[in-house]
């Protein structure tokens, strides 16, 4: 049950960083760009906008961080070795390659390349080696 919780407090951490980050984001290229009445309809509030999306990450970033924290609850049971500065390797593993297959796609477009690496070493070091420190020490 620790590994749950770990993942639900790394899950919700991660929100709290990412969430008003990509709410600056929106907002400070909102001005050059336009991006907010790209992804939104004509009239939104950007502010609102930023709302939304930081609800929006709360709610997804808490339950990718409960589901993993199943995940490695079932790996401990079956594979405890740890490896790759991990307690668990075969949750780290698993977890590196669902960044890997997240971000490939993505890096083919430069003009958000930077911002996508950025994006996967941030949730790999906080879902594949903070939670399952964090669950060893809950």
């Not at 001005?31 to 930023?50: D, E, F, M, Y």
Request: proline residues 6%; aromatic residues 6%; charged residues 10%.
């Amino acid at each position: 049950m620790a590994q749950v919780f770990a993942g639900f407090v790394v899950g919700y951490a991660l929100a709290l960083v990412l969430g008003p980050a990509a709410a600056i984001a929106i907002v400070a290229n909102n001005r050059r760009t336009g991006l907010a009445q790209r992804i939104a309809p004509p009239g939104t509030n950007v502010i609102a906008l930023s709302v939304v999306l930081h609800v929006a990450a709360i709610i997804v970033l808490t339950m990718v961080g409960l589901v993993l924290g199943m995940v490695l609850a079932g790996l401990d049971d079956r594979r405890p070795e740890g490896g790759l500065a991990s307690p668990n390797l075969a949750y780290t593993a698993i977890v590196l390659a669902m960044t890997a297959v997240g971000v490939i796609p993505t890096l083919a477009v430069p003009a958000v390349r930077r911002w996508a690496i950025l994006a996967a070493v941030l949730f790999a070091l906080s879902f594949g080696w903070a939670l399952p420190w964090l669950a060893e020490l809950g």
